[in-house]
């Protein structure tokens, strides 16, 4: 039987910081209600300490949006924070309190300038405020990957004990390899498991490397329930976890992960189209699963390959993802047999064999020319050809 990962998107916080993404209340709802057709299992609405403006947000998308997806925002380890978090999630449905508090020495250090053990009471006792507030609370060690083994974990302990509900395990500068992460997160779910097995482990990575898909999925792997992302991978810096990707590669490779999400699939890449239309930031063509290229073949062999079977050169049907009509986009390259697919596609059969080489070699003077042909570029090639005939 797989096992069920509970997707939490983290694109109206981690993702909204961006410089660049500001998104209104209005425009933040709106993303909110496709997240919640696209079925994610929680929202991260926001930071409501941050600003009125986030406050607002986080209110109304609970209100609006909480009735059927959870929904919570994020607190440091203060007590105005967790009032903040808690006044404008109170009315949904299933809401939560997520609390970050770093565990590394150079945040314990530099960043609070006080003990380890001072740090880890300031964590337990925010918990314990929280708890009088909500029954669920979300504890993050920030920069979990580059803490102590031993300090993260007798903080995860400590937390665990003064009430908390899930503890998410933050990649937070994108510093960690897959198989150490893995490593840290099997460690991590054999203590909890016998500590307390209904507390849910969850991961929220980095992608500074490029590695923050590829660590999550190590994460599950090893045992992490839950995982944090945003769609895009819009976030800090490189960004955040990939929502499209890490879903598509647990779907794909069902068999070998043997887990499974509740995302609707076909809705992905309309959510992706919404962002960067409400945020202005465009995805590379190239992105894995959303970026304009992600199921475009465009050299001649895998277009050949494709019109014979799709599964030569698919892992994946572009319907799956949301993509409704897939174009072969013709090159220079593409070769007789999708040239004469897409003539055909488009009504132009021709069993002239002359014609069919004339018509070839104007593609070809085309291709040269522009590159990419689209279908529109074919019509006016064989309209014209045939106009002149
Ligand atoms: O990157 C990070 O550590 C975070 C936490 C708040 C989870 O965003
Ligand atoms: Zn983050």
């Known amino acids: ?51 009125h403006g986030d406050f607002q947000a986080v209110q109304e998308i609970a209100r609006k949006v909480g009735d059927s997806v959870s929904v919570t925002a994020l607190a440091r380890a203060v007590k105005s924070d967790i009032d903040a978090v808690f006044e404008s999630i109170r009315d949904a449905e299933d809401p939560f309190i997520h609390i970050v ?25 925010a918990v314990k405020y929280a708890k009088t507030l909500l029954p669920n609370v979300q504890y993050s060690t920030e920069d979990a990957s580059r803490s102590d083994f031993e300090y993260l974990w007798k903080t995860i302990e400590a937390v665990v004990k003064a009430g908390a ?12 390899v897959p198989e150490e992460f893995g490593d840290l997160i099997r460690r991590i779910n054999d203590r909890l498991k016998n500590l307390n097995d209904n507390v849910i482990l969850s991961v929220h990575c980095h992608n ?25 991978g819009l976030g800090e810096r490189a960004g955040n ?40 930031l465009d995805v590379q063509v190239n992105k894995a699963i959303t970026g304009e290229n992600a199921f ?3 050299s001649g062999i895998h277009q050949d390959g494709l019109l014979k079977d799709k599964q030569v050169y698919e892992i994946m049907s572009p ?17 007789r047999h999708a040239f004469k697919n897409a003539v055909e596609k488009l009504g132009f059969a021709t069993d002239d064999a002359n014609e069919f080489e004339h018509l070839f070699e104007k593609f070809l ?3 040269d020319a522009k590159k990419e042909v689209y279908d529109h570029d074919l019509f006016y090639l064989v309209t014209g050809h045939r106009s002149q005939a």
């Open 1 to 51: 039987m797989n096992r069920s990962i509970i997707v939490l998107d983290t694109t109206l916080r981690d993702g909204e910081q961006v410089p660049g993404a500001k998104m209104n209340v209005s425009q933040k709802v709106e993303f909110a209600q496709q997240l919640k057709r696209l079925n994610v299992d929680i929202i991260e609405a926001g930071f409501p300490a941050s600003s």
């Open 101 to 125: 508090l770093g565990t590394s020495d150079i945040h314990v250090e530099k960043k609070f300038n006080r003990s380890q053990d001072a740090v880890l009471q300031m964590g337990v006792e």
């Open 165 to 176: 509900t899930m503890i998410n395990v933050p990649d937070t500068v994108g510093y960690a």
């Open 208 to 232: 500074d490397l490029g590695l923050a898909t590829a660590n999550t999925l190590s994460a599950i792997k090893n045992g992490a329930e839950k995982i944090e992302c945003t769609i895009n």
């Open 241 to 280: 976890t990939s929502l499209e990707e890490v879903v598509m590669s647990l779907k794909v490779r069902e068999n070998y992960y043997q887990c499974r999400t509740n995302i609707h699939t076909q809705e992905l890449l309309k959510t992706s189209r919404l962002l960067t239309y409400l945020t202005g």
């Open 296 to 298: 475009a073949h465009s």
């Open 319 to 335: 319907e799956e993802v949301g993509v409704e009509k897939m174009e072969l986009i013709l090159t220079a390259r593409s070769g």
């Open 365 to 367: 003077a085309l291709a």
